[in-house]
């Protein structure tokens, strides 16, 4: 990256962190331009050098604000796990410490993942959460031996059970702690067990008591 390049990356970065830190305060409809250049420090010329309208900063905003989680995934080592060397009782798809590193940063942008459910075309948060979490759900339906034309739909399957709880915490406004959340998904969103099938781990406790 050359100097002008690196001016114009961090601009740009200013400029997201300015529509980041407003949304924590106001809804997205009430920004203007002129809050962001300055807060930004920025010129409104400079703002239209770099895109069209508010929506345009938006969907910069949110890459951005992917990539800080993508590093604070790293950091938390959860991206490092070897599935592959996990034994089938090991491999479970829900794990607390795979969805804390997501939760708590929900949690710390609760008004800009409220903002995605509005505007979820904007957000790609469904792509996101594809992103995040593909290189752990995939190598672990391969351990089960999901076929392989299977394990799009059974992905699918998955995430939306684990977006369906997020998406309702976030439009409460996150007020139940990330623990809550955490219990909540991995005591009813099904896990695989080495029978090769599917259920939560409410129902297994129900069939136990039931014997």
């Not at 995934?73 to 590193?101: C, H, N, Q, S, W």
């Not at 059974?154 to 995430?159: E, N, P």
């Not at 996150?174 to 409410?202: F, M, Q």
């Amino acid at each position: 990256m050359n100097k002008n390049e690196s001016k114009y990356f961090n601009t740009a970065c200013l400029m997201d962190e300015a529509l980041l830190q407003l949304l924590a305060k106001k809804d997205y409809e009430y920004i203007t331009v002129k809050e962001i250049c300055s807060r930004a420090g920025v010129n409104r010329s400079t703002f239209y050098l770099h895109y069209e309208n508010m929506d345009d900063l938006l969907r910069e905003s949110v890459s951005y604000m992917e990539r800080t989680f993508s590093e604070k995934f790293e950091k938390a080592g959860t991206d490092k796990i070897d599935v592959r060397k996990m034994t089938k009782d090991e491999a479970v798809l829900i794990k607390p410490e795979y969805l804390r590193p997501y939760l708590e940063f929900v949690k710390e942008n609760t008004e800009v993942y409220k903002l995605a459910v509005t505007k979820g075309e904007l957000f790609g948060s469904a792509a996101a959460f594809k992103r995040m979490y593909g290189n752990i759900f995939e190598p672990v339906l391969k351990k089960f031996d999901v076929k392989e034309e299977d394990r799009p739909y059974v992905l699918a399957y998955y995430m939306n059970g684990v977006l369906a709880i997020v998406t309702t915490w976030i439009d409460s406004g996150c007020k139940r702690s990330v623990d809550d959340i955490i219990r909540l998904i991995t005591e009813h969103v099904p896990v695989h067990d080495n029978g090769n099938t599917y259920k939560s781990k409410t129902s297994e406790a129900d069939e136990n008591e039931r014997k």
